[in-house]
């Protein structure tokens, strides 16, 4: 279906005829319109185009306003102020659009597909193997996991990469000890739960620490066996392969946890762009990009100097012929470019990261594999901090587990669905605790700015009161219950009807879905997403409060009120899968 034309567009088509009409010159010019708290909108484009033609704006916009049509979506144009213009929209217009976004065959409420889609890599949830994931991680996986469902959902093709650390020195330290303590890593059980295979891993971890810490020779021994790691030996790689695949089983009941999809084949660490290190270097330096100094291949920037004014490089080979991250990174940019034809490259990682990204990439551009055509961009995220503003730490001052924390909202949000339960049985009290809880902690990141810090307040997070997921999932469930209560009326919209103050509120609001829906996938904010969303439940609360729906004055009303009530639940169904969050029928 094409996509349905918003109240504002059909506003701004107008205007823009009768602006064309009153200045010829002016054809084409955006009256710049916005809602307002006045009118349903206001036009303040007048202003700019009077001084460029050297008008008196207010001259202007009563001329303006003599060349609007009036009728079937403008009610009323007044002149305000020193040129704006204020204007009403009809209660037919607002009940028509919603009902043709209702109507979407595709339930997508008239959002349009992009016309032409480009191919967007986006590389987020990036664990280490053989390391539990910690409040850290949350961020990346979260903001990633929205960002993936805003680009599809528009029509942008995704192709999403987590690049797990999995290659290293400590991997010889692990794989020496496996090796020499075979036992280790062995299951009494066929099936081993994801914390199980951590904390398997966990233990042995720390045994291997301890024993290179304190042992020379199997520090030696470890050390060589990085090398024939590096070499390819077979042995080694299947013992390292061992660790890769006790890692995803835990990494995979985390996400499912966060309730979030990640993919076998989606998954390329570091390992993945082995083979083509060596070319990067040629291809760097035979370009004079990167170039040799004290033994090391690098890249200098005109503006990157220490503190004591020299120049900091890019490292992209150490002097003893090992590799960084930053040739994995140039070799993973390579391949996302020519391999699998992107145009955009989007890494979800922390800020605290932005200036070896900005030497990447500018180190990409150098080289041509990035240009015009192809851009990478890093969608920097801010710090998890605890409640007295400091990075979030356990009371010891170790970082927080992220399945304990997750666990730890779901334990929350179990409580006050159990309190609020009326009819539901322990089984939905814990599958409704799940979705309310991981949702909590979702929406909490998501309705902040991805660059902004963030405190974690699980409290606050599981309140029913403020700008939480728990509203927003209350008033879904709140719309449910009506539905269910109706029996013989059914959502019908009734356009010859006026609507209430509160009523137009709520229907103007969910006319901007689509423009708020391509905003945040434009500019990768799912808290614009967010924001909007929190509105729409407070514009609904407003509606409750005052317009009564199932004993309203006529069966038209209650029709056209249940109708408000479907369309607002829908529109918070869709916005909140945006965000990876569920809204329960029941709570």
């Known amino acids: 279906m094409a996509s349905v034309t918003s109240l504002s567009d059909s506003v701004q088509q107008h205007l823009a005829s009768a602006l064309a009409a009153s200045l010829p010159e002016a054809a084409g010019a955006d009256p710049l319109l916005r809602r307002s708290d006045r009118a349903d909108y206001q036009a303040n484009g007048i202003l700019a ?92 996986a979260v903001i990633g996991d929205s960002v993936v469902q805003l680009l599809e959902f528009t029509g942008e093709s995704v192709v999403r990469r987590h690049h797990i650390g999995d290659w290293g020195t400590q991997f010889g330290m692990l794989i020496q000890y496996l090796d020499e303590h075979p036992h280790e890593l062995d299951h009494k059980d066929a099936q081993v739960s994801g914390e199980e295979a951590m904390s398997n891993l966990d233990r042995l971890y720390k045994a291997a620490r301890k024993l290179f810490d304190s042992d020379e020779e ?68 035979e370009s004079g990009v ?51 034809k992107a145009n955009t490259l989007l890494y979800v990682v922390d800020a605290r990261q932005s200036l070896h990204f900005k030497m990447v990439f500018e180190t990409a551009r150098r080289a041509g594999w990035l240009n015009d055509d192809v851009k990478a961009v890093q969608l920097a995220f801010g710090t998890v901090l605890g409640k ?31 309190e609020k339960a009326q009819d539901l049985s322990e089984e939905e009290i814990a599958e409704r605790g799940a979705q309310v809880g991981v949702g909590a902690v979702k929406y909490a990141d998501l309705s902040t700015s991805a660059n902004r810090d963030y405190k974690f307040d699980l409290d606050q997070m599981v309140s029913l009161n403020g700008d939480t997921s728990v509203y927003l999932q209350y008033a879904y469930a709140r719309i449910q219950s009506i539905l269910r209560k109706a029996g013989e009326a059914r959502p019908q919209a009734h356009p010859e009807l006026a609507l209430q103050e509160a009523e137009r509120a709520l229907g103007l609001h969910i006319d901007a879905f689509a423009e708020t829906v391509a905003e945040a996938a434009a500019e ?17 609360t407003s509606f409750y409060d005052k317009c009564p729906v199932l004993k309203a004055e006529t069966p038209e009303q209650v029709g056209n009120r249940l109708f408000l009530c479907d369309v607002t ?16 029928e029941r709570l």
Not at 291 to 319: H, N, Y
Not at 525 to 538: D, E, F, G, I
């Open 388 to 418: 007295d503003g400091k990075p979030f730490k356990t009371r010891e001052g170790e970082t927080v587990k992220l399945v304990d924390l997750l666990d730890e909202a779901v334990e929350r949000a179990s409580a006050v669905v159990r």
């Open 524 to 540: 990768y904010a799912p808290h614009k997403l967010a924001a909007y969303l929190y509105q729409l439940a407070s514009l609904y």
């Open 49 to 140: 185009l009077a001084k460029k033609a050297k008008a008196n704006p207010r001259e202007l916009a009563a001329q303006v306003v003599s060349h609007v049509v009036t009728g079937d979506v403008i009610e009323d144009v007044e002149v305000s102020g020193p040129g704006f213009l204020n204007i009403t929209v009809t209660d037919r217009a607002i009940t028509e659009n919603l009902a043709a976004r209702a109507a979407d065959p595709e339930g997508r409420l008239g959002v349009p597909r992009a016309e032409r889609p480009g191919t967007t890599v986006i590389d987020y949830a990036q664990p280490n193997v053989a390391k539990e994931m910690h409040v850290g991680h949350l961020r990346s």
């Open 218 to 285: 199997f520090k030696t021994r470890a050390r060589r066996r990085v090398v024939d790691l590096q070499a390819g030996d077979p042995h080694t790689l299947a013992m390292w392969q061992k660790f890769v695949d006790e890692s995803k089983i835990y990494f995979f009941s985390v996400f499912e946890k966060l309730d979030m999809e990640i993919r076998d084949p989606d998954i390329v660490g570091e390992s993945g762009y082995n083979d083509m290190l060596a070319e990067t270097c040629r291809l760097l330096e």
């Open 569 to 584: 639940a829908r529109t918070l169904h869709q916005g909140m899968a945006l965000l990876g969050i569920r809204t329960p």
């Open 290 to 340: 990167a170039v040799r100094s004290e033994g090391a291949l690098c890249v200098f920037f005109d503006d990157v100097k220490g503190p004591d004014g020299k120049p900091v490089p890019l490292i992209v080979q150490k002097s003893d012929g090992g590799y960084g991250y930053a040739a994995t990174d140039l070799s993973a940019i390579r391949d996302r470019v020519f391999n699998l």
